[in-house]
């Protein structure tokens, strides 16, 4: 006689060589996540749990991220249904299963990917901004960019806890070089020195923009001494540099970077307004265009260099910038009551040839309180060189 055993598992049975398939599992009086499944089978109660709990992956979720927070559904994020544990629970016996969801990894870091961009907050210094004659201290902003493997793993905590509702995700942050606390004292413009270039002339704007950029921002810190050449480095092609006309023994001729002398001179002028010590400088071989005689500065690389110093006991800061045709330098620091003016002696000794002599006079309430010479000026030219 043969036997046939039957069994409520889903499966085979092989008995007496007989194959019989097993009856699929029926669930009892099992409520998953607020939907019955009470008599069905698997196929069934995945199909209802599917439908029943879709609007679950509508719900909204908080992401959070340095100073931002945004809300997107679950289902925006990777999150999904995890019916395969619901079921597993259900057919322990257990009478109430609540929602489980499970995090598509790939889903997620492409919807991190997109996300990043919202998070991002750029790093921006602290600086001193000018507004109707008065001068305050905009404060820094830290830099803020999403760390996604980071943040993906802390979206993985909702499979743990399906009620989560708010996830502060991972992220990489960046000082700011220049903080508040960096300019304590800064109150005042010390002074403002501006000149005229042809923006047309595109290799000499380039290299402008360059050594300009370089210079804008620097924090001198009390006895500090400032060096054209250490703040914008060695011009060269590799660094962006473009040839453009130098002068050298008194002739016009291309060279790399020509036009850091126009920066130079500018922020030198701004230096001497301001009432700061000159440690060193040096004037053109023959007189420019955009700055007074005696007045002018240049710099040669591993030659000569143009320096002054922070005699003050509070922070100097400089802003420099290209708006147009126009350099502006400015220089910031605890206010004071004097009142700085420039003037220059000079001699013409040839058709060519010319010395000048800088001074520098301070007053105080009107009264002169200091007069200075900064120094001399010898320029000596070629009569066929053509204009700058």
């Not at 990489?172 to 903080?179: E, F, I, L, M, P």
């Not at 400015?330 to 002696?345: C, E, M, P, Q, Y």
């Not at 000794?349 to 105080?364: C, F, K, P, S």
């Amino acid at each position: 006689m043969r036997f046939l055993t039957l069994t409520t598992l889903t499966g085979a049975t092989l008995m007496g060589g007989y194959h019989v398939q097993a009856a699929p599992a029926i669930y009892g009086d099992v409520n998953v996540a607020g939907v019955s499944i009470a008599n069905l089978d698997q196929t069934s109660a995945t199909r209802r749990l599917t439908r029943e709990l879709q609007p679950k992956l509508r719900a909204p979720i908080k992401l959070a991220a340095g100073p931002k927070e945004l809300q997107r559904k679950r289902s925006d994020v990777g999150l999904d249904l995890d019916i395969g544990w619901m079921l597993a629970r259900a057919a322990t016996g257990q009478k109430y299963v609540p929602l489980k969801l499970r995090l598509n990894r790939d889903a997620a870091l492409q919807s991190l990917r997109r996300l990043a961009p919202e998070f991002q907050v750029p790093v921006r210094n602290a600086v001193p901004v000018e507004n109707d004659g008065a001068v305050q201290v905009r404060a820094e902003q830290h830099g803020v960019e999403l760390n996604l493997g980071g943040s993906l793993v802390r979206l993985q905590s909702v499979e743990q806890d399906a009620a989560t509702s708010r996830i502060v995700l991972a992220v990489h942050r960046t000082q700011a070089k220049v903080t508040q606390e960096k300019l304590k004292g800064i109150n005042a413009v010390l002074s403002t020195y501006t000149t005229r270039f042809n923006s047309g002339n595109i290799g000499r704007t380039t290299n402008m923009r360059l050594g300009i950029a370089a210079i804008d921002g620097r924090l001198l810190a009390p006895g500090e001494v400032f060096s054209l050449n250490g703040t914008v480095g060695e011009r060269t092609a590799a660094r962006g540099y473009k040839e453009a006309i130098i002068f050298e023994n008194g002739k016009m001729v291309k060279g790399l970077g020509g036009g850091i002398s126009q920066v130079t001179g500018t922020l030198f002028n701004a230096a001497l307004l301001a009432n700061l010590p000159i440690v060193t400088y040096r004037t053109h071989s023959r007189p420019v265009d955009y700055i007074p005689i005696g007045r002018d500065a240049t710099v040669a690389w591993g030659q000569f260099d143009m320096k002054f110093k922070n005699d003050r006991q509070t922070p100097i800061y400089i802003s420099y910038r290209i708006s147009g045709h126009r350099a502006t330098a400015r220089i910031f620091g605890a206010k004071t009551n004097h009142d700085v003016s420039l003037s220059v002696t000079s001699k013409k000794i040839g058709a060519r040839e010319i010395t000048a002599q800088l001074y520098r006079t301070v007053r105080e309430n009107g009264k002169v309180i200091a007069k200075k010479r900064i120094g001399n000026s010898h320029y000596k030219w070629k009569e066929d060189d053509p204009q700058e």
